[in-house]
Nanobody
Framework: QVQLEESGGGLVQAGGSLRLSCAVSGRPFSSYIMAWFSQAPGKEREFVAAINWGGSSTLYADSVKGRFTISRDNTKNRVYLQMNSLKPEDTAVYYC???????????????WGQGTQVTVSS
């Protein structure tokens, strides 16, 4: 069993930055592809970014390219999402997800965290 716990969400003004963190426990962290998803009120959960096992490959949704950066530290069992130039439309609950094989915009990752709220005010 794998446990994921997000942190770092909060309230920020438009144009500001936040750094989300996801701590992973229960299995060797380096054996999992990691991803971030977001879900705004009344909308379906959407893919934000993914990073492969060693961190050499990343993938982003078009809406966040150039503003968000996903990274991981396999020595600390953590994945991060640096969010810059935030917009009100980025307001959502952000979830981290883990899967041994899936890489990309699919909602079928095996493991999910509980989410952390990000609110961007205009």
């Amino acid at each position: 069993q794998v446990q994921l716990e997000e942190s770092g969400g909060g309230l920020v003004q438009a144009g500001g930055s936040l750094r989300l963190s996801c701590a992973v426990s229960g299995r060797p962290f380096s054996s999992y592809i990691m991803a971030w998803f977001s879900q705004a009120p009344g909308k379906e959960r959407e893919f934000v970014a993914a990073i492969n096992w060693g961190g050499s490959s990343t993938l982003y949704a078009d809406s966040v390219k150039g503003r968000f950066t996903i990274s991981r530290d396999n020595t600390k069992n953590r994945v991060y999402l640096q969010m810059n130039s935030l917009k009100p439309e980025d307001t959502a609950v952000y979830y981290c997800a883990a899967d041994p094989l899936r890489f990309g915009p699919t909602n079928t990752y095996d493991y999910w965290g509980q989410g952390t709220q990000v609110t961007v005010s205009s």
